[in-house]
DNA sequence: ATATATTTTGAACAATGTTCATTTTCAACC
DNA sequence: GGTTGAAAATGAACATTGTTCAAAATATAT
C-alpha cells in the first residue's frame, strides 16, 4: 500500500496522488487506508518517511575515508537520488500539512541526521575552526548543494542535465573549500 | 482581488487559499473570479507574475557600482525579500499546474532574468573566463543562496534566525568569491 | 425604447478527503 | 459446532472546494 502511493507519487507527483487510487491499486476500500494511515497526511508523512530514509542510508554509505572524497561523494549521491526520484524529495519538502499540525518529530530528526553527514568531513577539513561554526557552514553547504540540485533538476525552469549537474556540483564543492582555505590536492592524497 | 488573494496567500499559505473566500473578500461571486483569470492556476499564476515581478525590482535596483558589493547586496536583497515574503516566494517555486500544463513562459523569463542578475558582477569579477561559464557560475551561485535561504528560513526545520542568516550568507557569497580566485580587498576598493 | 451585446451571478456539478454505522472476519470459549 | 464478542474492513453518505453555465442583470447601440 505504501509501495503503491510511493508509485503514484514518484511518477505523477504529489498532486496526483488520491486515495481513492491507492485503495482501487491495493484492491481494499477507502476506508482501510484511513484506518491504516488516520489520514491523508499520514499516508502522505509514511512515505515521505521512507523517503528521507532511504537517502540517508545512501549518504551514510558514501565512503569516508578521504573527507574532500566524502563531501564529494555525497553531494554526487544526493544528485543521483533526486534525479532518480525528483518527485519524491518534492514530496518530502514541499508538503505541507493539513491545518499547522506540527512537522513530525521523526522525520525532523532524520533531515537533520542527513544534514549532519557533511559535519565530520568539514571538522575533518577544518580542524582548527569552532566545531559549532563548522556545523553552521556544514549546514550551509549541505543547503547550497540542495538548492543547486532542486533548482537545477527543475524541469519547468529548463533544467540542466544531470550530466552537467554533476560537473558543476564537483566544481562548486571544490571552489567553496578552496574558499575555506583547504588545498584540494594535499586532501585528496595524505592524511589518514 | 489580487491583492485579496495575495494577502490570503501571504498570512496562511497557497494551501488555505480558496476561490470562495477570495470572492466573498472581494464581494463579487464565484464566477467573477473565473471570468477574471479563467480558472484557480490563472488566480495564483498572477499573484506569483507580480511575486517574481516585485523580487525582480528590488534585486534590480541593487547598486552595481562595486561587483563584489552588489553579489552581496543581491543575495541580502533576496534574503529580506523572502524573509518578508516567505510564502509568497513559495507559492512560487512550489507551485504545481493542474495536469501538467506548461509553466507560464513570462514566469520563466522574468525568473531567468532574476537568476541572471548575478551574470554581470560576476563577469566583471572574472573577465578571463568563458562569459558562458561564467553564466553556468552565476545560476549556481543562485541557486546556492536559494537553498541557503529557503531551507534556511523552513519553519519546519528550526529555522536559523534573518540575522544570524545574513551573516552566514555573506560569509557563502565571500567563501565562494575567495574560491573562485578573486581576490575581495581589492575588488571592493579599486577598478570602477 | 428596443434590441443586442457584455458582464455578473450563483445554483448545480464533479472531484476528493473524511466519517461512521454496518457488515464481515476472526478468535476464544463452551 | 455453535455462540459470543472483539477486531477489522467496508462503502455509502457527507463536507469541502474547484468548475461550469444557463439565466439574470447591466451596459451599449440604434
Redesign the interface.
Known amino acids: 500500500m505504501i509501495e503503491i502511493a510511493r508509485g503514484l507519487i514518484a511518477t505523477n507527483?504529489l498532486?496526483s496522488l488520491k486515495v481513492r487510487d491507492v485503495a482501487e491499486a491495493a484492491d481494499c476500500s477507502i476506508g482501510s487506508v484511513y484506518n491504516e494511515f488516520g489520514d491523508f497526511d499520514g499516508l502522505i508523512l509514511t512515505v515521505n518517511r521512507e523517503t528521507v530514509r532511504a537517502l540517508t542510508a545512501r549518504l551514510v554509505a558514501v565512503p569516508a575515508e578521504d573527507p574532500v572524497r566524502q563531501l564529494h561523494g555525497l553531494a554526487e549521491t544526493y544528485l543521483a537520488f533526486a534525479a532518480d526520484h525528483a518527485n519524491l524529495l518534492r514530496s518530502l519538502f514541499?508538503h505541507?500539512m493539513e491545518d499547522d499540525r506540527p512537522?513530525p518529530e521523526d522525520i525532523?530528526l532524520m533531515?537533520?541526521q542527513a544534514f549532519a553527514l557533511m559535519h565530520e568531513p568539514m571538522v575533518r577539513l577544518l580542524p582548527d575552526r569552532n566545531p559549532e561554526e563548522v556545523a553552521?557552514l556544514a549546514r550551509?553547504m549541505?543547503?547550497?548543494?540542495?538548492?543547486?540540485i532542486?533548482?537545477?533538476l527543475e524541469e519547468?525552469?529548463?533544467a540542466v542535465p544531470p550530466e552537467k549537474l554533476r560537473q558543476?556540483l564537483a566544481?562548486?564543492v571544490?571552489?567553496?573549500?578552496?574558499?575555506?582555505g583547504i588545498s584540494l590536492d594535499k586532501a585528496r592524497d595524505g592524511e589518514v
Open positions: 507527483g498532486r514541499e505541507r512537522f525532523l533531515v537533520m553552521l550551509m549541505f543547503s547550497a548543494v540542495h538548492g543547486i532542486s533548482l537545477g519547468r525552469m529548463v558543476q566544481q562548486f571544490d571552489t567553496h573549500l578552496v574558499g575555506l
